[in-house]
């Protein structure tokens, strides 16, 4: 199995502060990697698919970067209904896995 | 607009089975540009992967719960159902339905349902 390692696990952060949370992979995942936030008693919520692509509806102030295996999602300007938790998952190869979530809270 | 909805008790017993139903709404199951697939959650924990199944009925699991898993497709109902055999406390979750674009290169899921607590317990 791929295992995704996220970083952070836990961060602190104000309103309007940016911030980058980091996956990697443990192999060559090309770029495979999707980003969902998810709120408490929520489902995931997808932000971003193929690495670095916005999903339609999804604010710009989020982007996502990298290849291979090392990845990170960035929050520009960070908003009262961003805080949340952030999970990365590889779909290169079955079994889908993805990274144990980063909690980002308001400082 | 895309729904899916996940129904099913939501209390068994240990060593029976688990069955779940996602109802999809406001869109196909029959179409080659989707997967759909079974997503759990643990109570305070993370995201586990059950497996995912094409509208023919093309399926794949993961590997630690292959021995105990059954995913099917009903096109007719625009459903898809879970089977989770021999369940332990382990097995409490949260069960997300999910649908997964699909083409050569590019998967992912987009569409979630609410998800449904099922929690194991004699």
């Known amino acids: 199995d791929i295992q995704m390692t996220q970083s952070p696990s836990s961060l602190s952060a104000s309103v309007g502060d940016r911030v980058a949370i980091s996956c990697r992979a443990s192999q060559t995942i090309s770029d495979s990697l999707s980003w969902f936030q998810q709120k408490p008693g929520k489902a995931p919520k997808l932000l971003i698919y193929?690495?670095?692509n916005l999903r339609s509806g999804v604010p710009p102030r989020f982007s996502g970067s990298g290849s291979g295996t090392h990845f990170t999602l960035t929050i520009s300007g960070l908003q009262p209904e961003d805080f949340a938790t952030y999970y990365c998952q590889q779909t290169y190869s079955t079994p889908y896995t993805f990274g144990q979530g980063t909690n980002l809270d308001i400082k | 607009q895309l729904q899916l909805q996940e129904s099913g008790p939501g209390f068994v017993k240990p060593s029976e089975t688990l069955s779940l139903t996602c109802t999809v709404s406001g869109g196909s199951i029959n179409d080659n540009n989707y997967y759909w697939g079974w997503i759990r959650q643990p109570p305070g924990e993370g995201l586990e992967w059950i497996g995912s199944i094409s509208y023919t009925g093309s399926n794949y699991y993961n590997p630690s719960l292959r021995t105990r898993v059954t995913i099917s497709v009903d096109t007719s109902k625009n459903q898809l159902s879970l089977r989770l055999s021999s369940v332990t406390a382990a097995d409490t979750a949260v069960y997300y339905c999910?649908?997964?674009?699909?083409?050569?290169?590019?998967?992912?899921?987009?569409?979630w349902g609410q998800g449904t607590l099922v929690t194991v317990s004699s």
């Open positions: 193929a690495a670095s």
């Open positions: 999910a649908r997964r674009f699909n083409s050569n290169w590019l998967r992912y899921f987009d569409y």
